[in-house]
C-alpha cells in the first residue's frame, strides 16, 4: 500500500511541475486523465493526513491570499495581542473573559498565518492563456444546464479559494473534473452518491 501511495504521490507532483512550465499541455492531460489527479485523495479516506489537494490557484486568489497573510500579521495580530497584554495585566487569567477569549482568537491567527506562509509557495499561479478560449479549463466561468432546467454558473478554481464563494468551485471537484476539456453544447455526466447525472455546457467565459 505504501509503494502504491508513494507512486500516486510521486505523479501529481510530476503533473504539477508540468503544469508550472506548460499550461497547455497542463489542461490537455487534465482533460483526458482527470482520475490521476484525484488518486492521492482517494487513498485518503481513512487517513486525511495523505490527501493531497492540487497546488493551482487564480492570480486573484493568490492575492487575496497574500492580503489575508498580511492583514492577519500586521494588522489583527498586533490588535489581538495589545488586548492580551492589557487584560492580563488585570490579574487573576482564569476568570478573566477578556483575556481567554483574545488568547484563543491569537492562537488561531498564528495557526492560520502559519498555513499560509507553508502554503503560498506551494502554490502555481495559473494565468489565462488564449488558446483556452472556446474550451472549459482552470480559471473559467461556465454555466451549465440539466434536463430538468436546472441552471448553474460558477468558476473552476483552486482548492484555496472556494471558502465563502458560493459560486467557485476546487478543480479537484467532480463536476469541475467531468467539464475539463468540453466546450459549449457539450454533453457531460457528473458521478455522485446518488448517481450518474447529465448537463450540457451553455457558456464559458474567462477573466483576461
Not at 473559467?140 to 459560486?167: H, L, T
Amino acid at each position: 500500500m505504501l509503494n502504491i501511495i508513494e507512486n500516486v504521490i510521486s505523479r501529481h507532483h510530476y503533473y504539477e511541475e508540468f503544469c508550472y512550465r506548460t499550461l497547455q499541455f497542463f489542461n490537455i492531460l487534465l482533460a483526458r486523465h482527470p482520475d490521476d489527479f484525484l488518486l492521492p485523495c482517494q487513498w485518503s479516506r481513512n487517513d486525511p493526513s495523505l490527501c493531497m489537494k492540487t497546488n493551482l490557484i487564480t492570480p486573484e486568489g493568490y492575492n487575496q491570499l497574500q492580503k489575508e497573510h498580511d492583514h492577519l500579521w500586521y494588522e489583527k495580530r498586533p490588535e489581538i495581542t495589545k488586548i492580551v497584554n492589557w487584560a492580563a495585566s488585570l490579574g487573576d487569567r482564569s476568570e478573566n473573559a477578556d483575556y481567554t477569549f483574545n488568547k484563543r482568537l491569537l492562537r488561531q491567527i498564528d495557526r492560520r498565518v502559519r498555513y499560509l506562509r507553508k502554503r503560498l509557495p506551494d502554490l502555481k499561479i495559473v494565468q489565462y492563456d488564449p488558446q483556452q478560449a472556446g474550451k472549459v479549463y482552470f480559471g473559467a466561468w461556465v454555466e451549465i444546464e440539466n434536463e430538468q432546467e436546472e441552471i448553474k454558473r460558477f468558476r473552476i478554481v483552486g482548492p484555496d479559494e472556494i471558502y465563502d464563494r458560493k459560486d467557485y468551485i476546487s478543480i479537484d471537484a467532480p463536476m469541475a473534473r467531468a467539464l475539463l476539456g468540453k466546450e459549449v453544447d457539450d454533453e457531460f455526466v457528473v458521478r455522485t452518491p446518488e448517481g450518474e447525472k447529465l448537463w450540457y455546457v451553455n457558456t464559458i467565459e474567462y477573466l483576461k
